[in-house]
């Protein structure tokens, strides 16, 4: 590591560190010699089949006959966050694409002349927007809210690597369609009630799905190797990015391929290999991970994984001891180099990190509680200023009234430069500014573009405001750093927010709200262009239109403008600009807490709604004594770390204007948005401003978290059905919050003291299922919750609702209620593939009467109201 990229590091093994200060000339690379030392790292695997070459012809007495022809294959593959899509994000004026999507933009890869010298480049967009290579072809609010789509594009990441030997051995890419049927094949899913299955397993339906293509690629690389085809292929080295829930992607893509490449010889020899050739993950670039995976921790639960995100997000474990000798380097090793840089204030609930620090396997390969929680060799973690997109990118400039001179000035440029040179100094096939190229030396596609160039730009204001934060900020343990960082955060509301956001200068800057009769236009315009767009990319006829609902777009394409509906971005969901709302109510809600003025806030939009969600993840409550003592810590610190920072209100202490400018023109608040943009509706009105952002350790935590759902069941339920309903009694006995989760139903969970009481019940009837005693052990508050996961595993499996299992009337009413309204809607859709056609194709009316369909309806819709006990 360069001087200026290690100072300030500490060689405590459980430390975050402080992301270094910015240096006035940035960090891509300004002379040549540096990007030679790229190239021969790139190189190093020739190298070492030259040397190996050699060697044989001189024990053999033979002359030697030159360099080898040679390549190794070096494969960028980039996972964007939620809600990031490159080409909409990249069309936009100007540019909002996040930093993995730029650094993508400079890597090797993506046409002829660079995957004809070995450089390859993937891209998958973010949750919740357009993907056609994994059929997603409309953006998906379960995308946005709970990560739905996440595994299919880390199995298409998988397929990749087929798609890069297949171009080139034959010059063939892996096709759209085969594509489709790999991802197809490989994804698993909590199959529904009626049809009663299990959770598949998705290693076994990756092995089954990609073996036989490796397989025949293995054989295909085996004949050029006989026939002395050149180039020979020496390995595949993988270069692989991700943010927020890509980093998520990325850290499960790391550890599903491990599995997948993993060979031991006759001696226990450990090495990694894909279809034959030597594998390895020379850098993992991540920021900042957020694996909240089947549900978004938007009320008084906390979210845990499951699904793809069960048990991946530790970094993979070398196994060292005893390796193959293939006589290229570092073979032993899988993943080398890992940064994580990671947001110091971000605060939403739905947003709990992923640190990389984790407890060190013993000798059985267990978790070893004895030894404290560190991170692994070669790898680092940074905090950095700012929420989770102010590291990740992706706002646009004047969001939210910041960055007003342009995109220079977004505080997620100090980031991008970090990434870019950690990745760059270990070899990653990154390109670099055009002027440093020696043009005998260099080839001409190692350098920049312009418009490449350009998304690497900073100002030195900017930097000024970076590093007076990092002047005094401190390193320690991430969860100090967050608690300390949180409170400077609080300080700066304290003035900005208690003290009144529309008097404070920088609040001028916020553009004006869009008026509502034009974001309805915009959505319903949305709404059908993105209908039609999906049709045309299935084949599929286009929508029709009534002349009355032809009128009606006419007018709102008027109402909008044409030039404006023609430039329409169909990738992402239409997210109207609301700042001075989101901002006003966000401090409203601020002070309103700071004061204590204990009462419903007076906008219109905070709390308003009861949530629904799909849930098929992991899900814990957290202890209220803590969250007290969150807002008891944040008050009390915030008040002290204010006064430091300002002398008066709306007056920054000497030396201290740099750093609340940073605040002020710079950091965004992420949370304001969450909780009043019109995209997904209002989320998280069951937190505030005074919470520390919940941390995972691989299966430990920061806070204090007791069990109420795992793997798709609820602690206390004996009985499992389509979705399920939870009602947590916590300071307000009124709360009442429906859950769709892909299990259960309503009984009362009556804890020990200290637990917090929890209902379950079928959101569709409002009926109560029975439950299961003497379960509270496995609802205990605990830091460990992962412990607590695993022994649920080994529960026995719930049977499933069915005609069998449904032995009393309330039960009965509850599954003739869901095959009623799953066929109607298979009907509508006529999606046999979909969930509704599942139970649709099971409920068939072969052996029913006629018109069992509108009995089993009517008999839904008779309940009586005493029967749904909500």
Not at 194 to 204: M, P
Not at 249 to 260: I, K, P
Not at 286 to 311: E, I, K, N, Q, R
Not at 335 to 359: G, M, N, T, W, Y
Request: net charge negative; glycine share 8%.
């Amino acid at each position: 590591m360069s001087e200026s990229m290690s100072k300030g590091t500490s060689p405590s093994p459980n430390t975050a560190l402080v992301a270094p200060n910015f240096p006035a000339e940035g960090r891509l690379p300004k002379e040549p010699k540096l990007l030679s030392e790229n190239i021969t790292k790139q190189k190093r695997d020739e190298v070492a089949f030259g040397n190996q070459q050699r060697k044989q012809l001189q024990a053999k007495g033979e002359a030697n006959s030159g360099t080898p022809c040679c390549k190794t294959l070096h494969i960028t593959i980039a996972f964007d966050g939620t809600n990031n899509n490159d080409k909409a994000d990249s069309a936009s004026v100007p540019s909002s694409c996040s930093n993995i999507a730029r650094v993508f933009h400079a890597s090797l890869g993506g046409d002829p002349a660079t995957e004809q010298e070995g450089f390859f480049r993937y891209y998958s967009p973010g949750v919740g927007t357009v993907f056609p290579d994994i059929r997603e072809y409309t953006p998906s609010d379960g995308g946005l809210m709970f990560a739905t789509g996440g595994e299919n594009r880390i199995n298409w990441g998988l397929t990749r690597l087929i798609d890069v030997l297949k171009q080139t051995l034959d010059g063939a890419r892996l096709e759209l369609s085969e594509t489709q049927a790999l991802v197809d094949s490989m994804a698993t899913g909590l199959v529904t009630f009626v049809t009663g299955g299990l959770l598949e397993n998705g290693e076994k339906k990756r092995e089954a799905a990609m073996r036989p293509e490796i397989k025949k690629l293995e054989g295909a690389l085996a004949k050029r190797n006989e026939a002395e085809q050149k180039p020979h292929i020496l390995a595949m080295r993988l270069y692989v990015y991700g943010f927020s829930r890509g980093a998520a992607e990325a850290r499960t893509f790391a550890n599903w391929l491990q599995t997948l490449t993993r060979v031991q010889g006759d001696a226990g020899q450990t090495e990694y290999r894909f279809a034959g050739l030597p594998l390895s993950i020379e850098f993992l670039g991540l920021c900042d991970t957020v694996a909240a995976v089947g549900m978004a921790d938007s009320m008084p639960f906390a979210a845990g994984h499951m699904g793809w995100a069960d048990d991946t997000m530790r970094l993979p474990d070398e196994a060292l001891a005893k390796c193959m000798n293939t006589a290229l380097p570092n073979d032993c090793h899988y993943l080398k180099r890992c940064v994580h840089l990671v947001s110091a204030h971000e605060q939403r609930a739905s947003f709990p990190l992923d640190s990389i620090r984790r407890r060190p396997r013993n000798a059985e390969g267990q978790r070893d509680t004895k030894q404290a929680s560190s991170y692994r060799d070669g790898t680092e973690e940074f905090v950095y200023p700012g929420v989770h997109s102010d590291v990740g990118g992706g706002y646009s400039p004047k969001n939210q009234g910041k960055a007003m001179g342009g995109s220079a000035e977004l505080l997620s440029q100090i980031a991008l430069h970090h990434l870019y040179a950690e990745a760059f100094k270990v070899g990653a096939p990154l390109q670099v500014p055009r002027r440093i190229l020696l043009p005998d030396v260099h080839e001409a596609f190692r350098g920049m573009d312009e418009a490449t160039e350009n998304e690497f730009d900073f100002s030195s204001t900017l930097v000024t405001r970076f590093n007076a934060w990092q002047s005094q900020a401190k390193a320690g343990t991430i969860d100090e750093m967050m608690k300390r960082e949180q409170a400077l955060l609080t300080a700066w509301r304290i003035d900005r927010y208690a003290g009144g956001l529309a008097q404070r200068g920088f609040f001028a800057n916020v553009e004006k709200d869009m008026p509502q009769a034009e974001q309805d236009a915009w959505t319903a315009i949305h709404e059908r262009r993105s209908a039609e767009s999906a049709a045309a990319a299935q084949g599929q006829p286009l929508p029709t239109y009534t002349e009355e609902q032809e009128k009606e777009y006419q007018a709102n394409v008027q109402l909008v403008g044409q030039e404006k509906v023609d430039n329409m971005r169909l990738e992402k969901a239409f997210d109207p600009p609301l700042d001075q709302a989101q901002l006003l109510g966000a401090a409203a809600e601020f002070r309103h807490d700071y004061l204590k003025e204990w009462g419903i806030v007076d906008d219109w939009r905070i709390g308003s709604t009861i949530i629904d969600m799909l849930v098929g993840g992991t899900v814990y409550a957290i202890n209220e004594e803590d969250e007290a003592e969150e807002y008891n810590y944040l008050h009390d610190k915030g008040t002290e770390r204010y006064k430091e920072m300002f002398s008066a209100p709306n007056k920054p202490r000497q030396g201290q204007e740099d750093l609340v400018a940073l605040f002020d023109d710079q950091v965004h608040d992420s949370r304001a948005w969450f909780m009043n943009t019109s995209a997904i509706g209002p989320r998280e009105p069951f937190t505030d401003y005074f919470r520390i952002r919940l941390v995972h350790f691989d299966n430990e935590s920061n806070k204090q978290l007791s069990l109420v759902a795992t793997a798709g069941r609820v602690i206390g339920v004996g009985i499992a059905v389509a979705s399920i309903g939870l009602s947590i009694k916590k300071r307000d006995p009124r709360l009442l919050l429906a859950l769709p989760l892909m299990n259960v139903v309503r009984p009362v969970l009556s804890g020990k003291v200290g637990l917090p009481e929890i209902s379950a019940f079928d959101p569709l009837t409002g009926i109560a299922l029975p439950m299961l005693d003497n379960l509270d052990s496995l609802r205990t508050f605990t830091k460990a919750p992962g412990d607590m996961t695993a022994k649920v595993a080994a529960l026995p499996p719930l049977k499933p609702l069915t005609a069998s299992t449904a032995n009393t009337p309330a039960l009965q009413k509850i599954l003739a209620a869901h095959q009623a309204l799953e066929a109607v809607e298979a009907a509508r859709k006529k999606d046999v593939g979909a969930l509704a056609g599942l139970v649709a194709k099971a409920a068939n009316d072969e052996d029913k009467p006629g018109g069992w369909l509108d009995m089993v309806a009517d008999q839904a819709g008779k309940l009586k109201s005493s029967e749904k006990n909500v």
